[in-house]
């Protein structure tokens, strides 16, 4: 398997809401990534998980939560979202933390209203 | 911190016709230089990488070059094809402690015309 599997695919929540999304990968990699990629621009780095723990976090704001249950799981917490939250939430997972293996999941394109 | 501009931001060619994206990175201590592909709604996806220890790749129709001391990278299409349309990205791989990070171009946006 060398794949990154993102769910949903599509998310529309409410700025009430609280929603989940899910990152998998059965790769071995020990380092797993969110971004955030508006229209036009390149992917903004998120969180970075390395051997489950929390090592790099981009000045996110709070609404946002990561959680790393396991080596194959990242999970995104999303709560009170704003319209301009609307992107496409990229996961991503490497060997280690390191760029080689460098693998993206398809992406979950998140719709705030 | 790491600084990656690449340019140009819109590139329009002729199916058949060469296409270049350049870009430049600022930290001398980044090492590993990826180009990412990116489809209209879909994923990034690596097309070809280098490190920092190689001069130049090839890849078919894809080639990479890096010039450290001028903090240079390119990729180079020949032959292009329709198929080759979709946003390009650089990036640049930065080791700086527990803070390694991939950094990416604002990306170019590649039209070959049939």
């Known amino acids: 398997d060398t794949e990154v599997t993102q769910t949903p695919k599509h998310l529309v929540m409410g700025m009430t809401n609280k929603k989940s999304l899910k990152c998998e990968q059965h790769?071995?990699?020990?380092?797993m990534y969110w971004y955030k990629q508006k229209a036009k621009k390149p992917p903004e780095l998120m969180f970075v998980?390395?051997?489950?723990?929390?090592?790099i976090n981009e000045s996110v704001p709070s609404r946002f939560s990561p959680e790393c249950p396991n080596s194959s799981l990242l999970n995104l917490h999303l709560h009170a979202l704003q319209p301009e939250d609307s992107a496409l939430y990229l996961c991503?997972?490497?060997?280690?933390?390191?760029?080689?293996?460098?693998?993206f999941g398809s992406g979950t394109r998140l719709t705030v209203v | 911190g790491e600084n990656v501009e690449q340019h140009p931001s819109t590139l329009s060619v002729q199916e058949g016709d060469s296409a270049v994206i350049k870009c430049t990175y600022s930290?001398?201590?980044?090492?590993?230089f990826p180009w990412y592909k990116q489809e209209l709604g879909k994923r990034p996806q690596l097309i070809i990488d280098?490190?920092?220890?190689?001069g130049e790749k090839k890849d078919q129709r894809i080639a990479v070059t890096l010039n450290k001391t001028a903090k240079h990278f390119s990729l180079h299409i020949t032959e292009t094809q329709p198929e080759d349309s979709a946003v390009y990205f650089c990036?640049?791989?930065?080791?700086?402690?527990?803070?390694?990070?991939?950094?990416f171009g604002a990306g170019t946006r590649l039209a070959v015309h049939p």
């Open positions: 991503a997972s490497s060997q280690e933390d390191s760029p080689y293996g460098y693998t």
């Open positions: 790769m071995g990699h020990r380092a």
């Open positions: 998980y390395s051997y489950e723990k929390l090592s």
């Open positions: 930290d001398s201590a980044s090492n590993y």
């Open positions: 280098i490190r920092s220890n190689v």
């Open positions: 990036a640049a791989w930065r080791f700086s402690g527990g803070y390694n990070k991939l950094i």
